[in-house]
């Protein structure tokens, strides 16, 4: 399967009432670049796409690489994806939303370390939507935790809302069990909340954004806010310890500390003495 064969692919999967209900859950994308696939497909098309490249490199070339599978042979291989892979990944931007979609589907099927992160960074810029950035989980970042936990520090940082998103993301997803660390809990704290108006970013910077369908747009701002909320809830039911002096403390926004409240008091892993207690503290 090419790279455009995989639009096809998707475009006969298209359900237009679909597409027009998740438009509704998109309002900052245009929604003709939604075509309207549901997630389980996209999962399942992305798992095709990986391995029919897969065969193709197997079949063209006698020098196994280190694939999207794992699978090596030869131990002197480069760390490549296959050639319609890499096509794929490096072709940006996306003209569709499910092609941004398939695109970190595919990435997360990638059993190399550095192959891995390198794929994240290069598309972490053109991530303009929550649903992009949400429900990934890429695995073979935690092959290296350190190196991990340093490049969530740095996106935590970033100007880019997606980015941000995407940082925090992966905390909730992997750093909130026996990999937890109170420092992750201060880095969510501060994050800027004035990422939106700053207005005295050096040329580059702006060069850098335009260039960018990630450029911190206002309207994007509820976004990571809403992301720090779901954090500090998560956090609350898993880390209570840890996590309840910030609400006890006020050390939130006041919209992050009420949001935060509300989406703990509606989780099930929340007792209803500690639902008690944050409720006294709106």
């Not at 995989?6 to 075509?35: C, G, M, W």
């Not at 999207?68 to 990944?89: I, R």
């Not at 972490?124 to 992009?132: E, G």
Request: hydrophobic share 40%; proline share 4%.
């Amino acid at each position: 399967m090419t790279p455009t064969e995989l639009v096809k692919r998707l475009l006969a999967e298209q359900d237009l009432k679909y597409r027009d209900f998740h438009a509704s859950l998109l309002p900052n994308i245009d929604k003709k670049t939604i075509i309207g696939v549901r997630v389980p497909t996209m999962r399942k098309i992305a798992k095709e796409f990986v391995g029919s490249a897969v065969k193709e490199s197997a079949k063209g070339s006698a020098r196994t690489t280190r694939s999207v599978t794992g699978s090596v042979t030869d131990s002197t291989a480069a760390k490549t994806v296959p050639a319609d892979v890499a096509k794929f990944l490096d072709k940006l931007s996306h003209k569709y939303f499910e092609e941004n979609q398939v695109h970190l589907f595919v990435v997360e099927r990638i059993k190399d370390f550095d192959e891995c992160l390198y794929r994240i960074e290069q598309f972490l810029p053109y991530i303009d939507n929550w649903a992009v950035c949400d429900g990934k989980s890429p695995k073979a970042l935690l092959k290296d935790e350190t190196r991990f936990v340093s490049c969530i520090e740095k996106w935590l940082q970033s100007k880019y809302p997606y980015t941000v998103r995407f940082g925090v993301n992966m905390l909730i997803n992997f750093f909130l069990d026996e990999r937890f660390d109170k420092k992750f809990l201060k880095w969510v704290a501060a994050i800027d909340e004035n990422l939106f108006n700053d207005d005295s970013t050096g040329a580059a910077q702006s060069q850098k954004q335009a260039a960018s369908v990630n450029a911190a747009r206002p309207t994007d701002r509820y976004y990571v806010q809403m992301v720090i909320a779901w954090y500090m809830a998560t956090a609350l039911a898993k880390q209570w310890a840890a996590t309840f002096p910030y609400i006890k403390g006020r050390k939130l926004s006041p919209w992050i500390h009420a949001k935060t409240i509300q989406k703990a008091c509606e989780s099930y892993r929340i007792t209803q003495e500690q639902k008690e207690i944050l409720r006294g503290l709106k």
